[in-house]
């Protein structure tokens, strides 16, 4: 694989564009929103620039990966990578029919993945005719720091797909962890009473926000939960959760918090639109 595309230049996308540009791969930026394009190149630069200015990164590496990027305005385009990975926002609807579109024009061999954190990859890939050319392959934000990538098959992926898709993650100097296409995987999985229960704690009035975070965080989590969904997106967290909630027929232990949609409603999405639970003044 030598060209990868990225569909959606949100918080993920950026990220994943960003580390595998710097692990040598040609980036194909797309997004239906078009400044969004720009804006994602501007803060991967900067996002590099850091890089440099901490001594994480050899500047002429960072500066041959911004020559990697490649933006373009047609999905046509970018459907002609080797992989394609798509991180739009996690709505089924949106999904299928963006992955319908992208399966009609990609070349034969062109793999489909999904960053979804939640939605079935059978059930994506149902919307395609390359079931054993698909996968999910689930980054976590943010993607340059984070370690892990779980590899999600459905029941078609091919086993010259599954290894591939492990190179690339391995190039990318990452850890592949593979799941079954099961309700959120491992890690949203494991994380969702993380959420419900500081959410449960807040809507009952036991302590606010900052003071169940600093509690969390002196039993040795690196991030509470609240700073966590400011990072993550209010309204990516709310998706999730009501994606497992669904998928679980409505299982009590997985329902969403009223809190979760006020916050949604309101705009307070986190760190992206300027304040979530905190206030993110720059
Ligand atoms: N935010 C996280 O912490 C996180 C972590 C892991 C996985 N994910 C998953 O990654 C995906 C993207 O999440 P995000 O936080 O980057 O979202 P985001 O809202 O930050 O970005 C989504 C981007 O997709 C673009 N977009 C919307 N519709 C599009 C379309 N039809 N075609 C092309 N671009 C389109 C938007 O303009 C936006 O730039 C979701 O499935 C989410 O569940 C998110």
């Known amino acids: 694989m030598k060209t990868i595309a990225v569909i959606g230049t949100g918080t ?3 990220g994943i564009a960003q580390v595998a540009a710097l692990a040598g791969y040609e980036v194909v930026l797309y997004d239906v929103f078009e400044p969004a394009l720009n804006t994602a190149v501007t803060l991967i630069e900067v996002s ?5 200015m901490r001594g994480k990164l050899d500047p002429q590496e960072a500066n041959l990966a911004k020559n990697r990027f490649h933006i373009t305005h047609s999905l046509d385009d970018a459907a002609r990578a080797d992989l394609v990975i798509e991180a ?5 609807k949106l999904k299928h029919d963006l992955f319908a579109r992208l399966d009609a024009v990609a070349p034969r061999h062109t793999i489909l993945a999904s960053n979804t954190s939640s939605l079935s990859i059978n059930s994506l890939a149902g919307s395609t005719h390359r079931g054993d050319r698909f996968l999910g392959m689930h980054f976590f934000n943010p993607p340059h720091l984070m370690q892990l990538v779980e590899i999600i098959t459905c029941d078609d992926t091919s086993a010259a797909t599954v290894e591939l898709a492990q190179s690339f993650v391995e190039q990318l100097g990452k850890t592949a962890v593979f799941c079954k296409d099961t309700p959120a995987f491992i890690v949203n999985r494991v994380a969702r009473p993380f959420y419900g229960e500081a959410f449960r704690m807040l809507g009952e009035g036991v302590a606010d926000p900052a003071t169940l975070d600093r509690l969390i965080k002196s039993v040795g989590f690196r ?20 994606s497992v909630y669904d998928a679980y027929f409505h299982d009590p232990k997985y329902r969403p918090h009223p809190i979760q949609r006020r916050m949604v409603e309101s705009g307070r999405l986190g760190r992206k639109t300027g304040r979530g639970f905190y206030p993110y003044p720059e």
């Open 48 to 52: 590099l620039d850091k890089g440099v």
């Open 12 to 14: 993920m996308g950026r």
């Open 88 to 92: 739009v926002p996690e709505d089924l």
């Open 223 to 242: 991030m509470g939960p609240f700073e966590l969904i400011d990072l993550i997106g209010c309204d990516i967290n709310l998706a999730v959760t009501q």
